[in-house]
Each structure stands twice: as structure tokens, then as C-alpha cells.
């Protein structure tokens, strides 16, 4: 299953949840890939440390896409192995946003999707992460994808954001991606202002949005993963949030 967890606002926990769900799936025994679109690179670091800058990275993939050259180099070319057996990273780096503008004129927005293709038979699950934006990645993300998760926390909530992006995903599976499918909003952080929060998810649900259970609780230990570039499951694998990740990742179908 391939799977992009999207949405334009930035600090949502799309990077955190795409290491966590990804490291879980691994853990469980599915060859998972980690394609992160990101420029700030927060999922590359998350999972692959800060030692050291990994030499291929998906900007020289989309690089390549530019070029003409006659032997292209294939997409297993960027992908790197992670500490973590069977969790797989195709990293960010900042020259992704040189590279944006270009690879907009030219109309690459398939090439993504084309090079998942033939990678089909090697992973089992591919999580991607996404820019806090709705832009040439974001929706090379969104055409490449089957299933959209939606994180979405109570700070400074506004429904007309989340409207804007259903919309705009309504918009790509129209034009671009008939397979797309909502796969649900998964609450981050929910701790932080239950009781506004308890109101917008009813309204939400009432107008017939899947909002997946349970909802993510903030933790200290989210912050400490980070800090050690390791995934819940391997770091805290008892601890209250790692259990509401592993219940969030079997609500998944794969
Ligand atoms: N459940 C949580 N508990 C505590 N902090 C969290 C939690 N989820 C995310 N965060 C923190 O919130 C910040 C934003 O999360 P991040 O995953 O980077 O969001 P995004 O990728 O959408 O910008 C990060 O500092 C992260 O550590
Ligand atoms: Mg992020």
C-alpha cells in the first residue's frame, strides 16, 4: 500500500507520524519504504541520524528526471537502509527546493508515481512524507499515492483549512489520481485542548469525515525519538503513545 500523509499546515506531526507508522510497519514484517519530500529533511534525520548527509538523495532522483541522460540510474539507486531492519529511507535534502521550480515547468508530476511502479514488487508499504505546502512534491506525493492520512491537531484549528485540503484532494483524484483514497484524520496531540477539540471532531464526523482511532496523545517521548533519530517502537516500545501508534497502524488495512 502506498500512502501520503499530507496536509499544507506545517508542525501537524506528518513527519512524526510517517517515522513512527513506518517504523511500526517495518517491525511487523513489511518491507516499508520511507520517501520523504520534504525539503527541511525532519523524517531523513528521524530515521537515518545526522551523522553525515546521505550522498543520493530523492533531489538527485528528481535531478536525473531533468537530465537526459541515456542511462538512467534506477530509483533503488536513492534509496538507503536504515538502522532498522527492513525500513528503507529515500532521503530529502535541501536541493529539493532548487529543483522545484524546473521540474514544475517541465511537467515531471508523473515521474514520481512511474518510479514507484517499478518498485512495486519490492516493498510492501511505502509511507510518504510531505512539505507544509500544496506544491510540485506534495502533489507528485498525491498522484504516487493510494491512501491519504490527514494529522491534524486542535492548535489554532480552522475548519476552512481542512476544507481547503479535502478539496484539493478531491481536486488531484479527479484530475490526476482516481485511486486516491481518504484514508482518515488522525488526531495528533490530543491532550493539549481536549475539549475544543471533542467539538470540532463530532462536527467533523457528523458530516461524515473518517476520523481514525485512537487519537495520539502528546508525549515527551515523541521529542526524545526525535532527539535519537529512533522510532517509538524501538525506543519506548511500552510506552502509552507507542501502544496508540501500534493500535493507529493495525486500524490500517496493510
Ligand atoms: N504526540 C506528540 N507529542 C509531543 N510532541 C509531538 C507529538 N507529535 C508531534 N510532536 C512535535 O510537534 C512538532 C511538529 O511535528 P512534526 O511531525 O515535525 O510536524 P510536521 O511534519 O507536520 O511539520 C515536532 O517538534 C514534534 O516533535
Ligand atoms: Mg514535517
Given at each position: 500500500m502506498r500512502r501520503v500523509i499530507f496536509n499544507q499546515k506545517g508542525g501537524v506531526g506528518k513527519s512524526t507520524i510517517t517515522c513512527n507508522l513506518a517504523a511500526i510497519s517495518a517491525h511487523e514484517g513489511l518491507r516499508t519504504l520511507v520517501i520523504d519530500l520534504d525539503s527541511q529533511a525532519n523524517t531523513t534525520y528521524d530515521l537515518l541520524g545526522r551523522a553525515e548527509e546521505p550522498d543520493s538523495t530523492l533531489a538527485d532522483f528528481f535531478d536525473q528526471v531533468l537530465s537526459f541522460r541515456l542511462h538512467q540510474r534506477p530509483l533503488s539507486d536513492f534509496i538507503h537502509a536504515s538502522p532498522f531492519p527492513r525500513l528503507h529511507v529515500m532521503p530529502a535534502s535541501r536541493a529539493l527546493e532548487e529543483l522545484r521550480g524546473k521540474l514544475e515547468s517541465r511537467y515531471k508530476i508523473y515521474k514520481l508515481r512511474e518510479a514507484l511502479d517499478e518498485l512495486a514488487d519490492d516493498y510492501d508499504a511505502v509511507y510518504m512524507d510531505t512539505p507544509p505546502a500544496l506544491n510540485f512534491y506534495t502533489r507528485s506525493a498525491l498522484i504516487a499515492a493510494e491512501r491519504c492520512l490527514i494529522p491534524f491537531d486542535c492548535d489554532d484549528f480552522s475548519r476552512h483549512a481542512l476544507y481547503d485540503l479535502l478539496d484539493a484532494l478531491m481536486e488531484i483524484r479527479e484530475d490526476h489520481n482516481p485511486e486516491l483514497t481518504i484514508e482518515g484524520i488522525i488526531v495528533n496531540q490530543y491532550n493539549a485542548r481536549a475539549n475544543v477539540l471533542r467539538k470540532a471532531v463530532d462536527e467533523l464526523e457528523s458530516e461524515g469525515h473518517s476520523i481514525l482511532r485512537p487519537y495520539i496523545t502528546a508525549s515527551v517521548k515523541v521529542k526524545e525519538a526525535h532527539d535519537r533519530a529512533t522510532p517509538l517502537i524501538h525506543l519506548?516500545?511500552?510506552?502509552k503513545v507507542t501502544g496508540q501508534y501500534r493500535e493507529l497502524f493495525s486500524a490500517l488495512d496493510g
Open positions: 519506548a516500545p511500552r510506552h
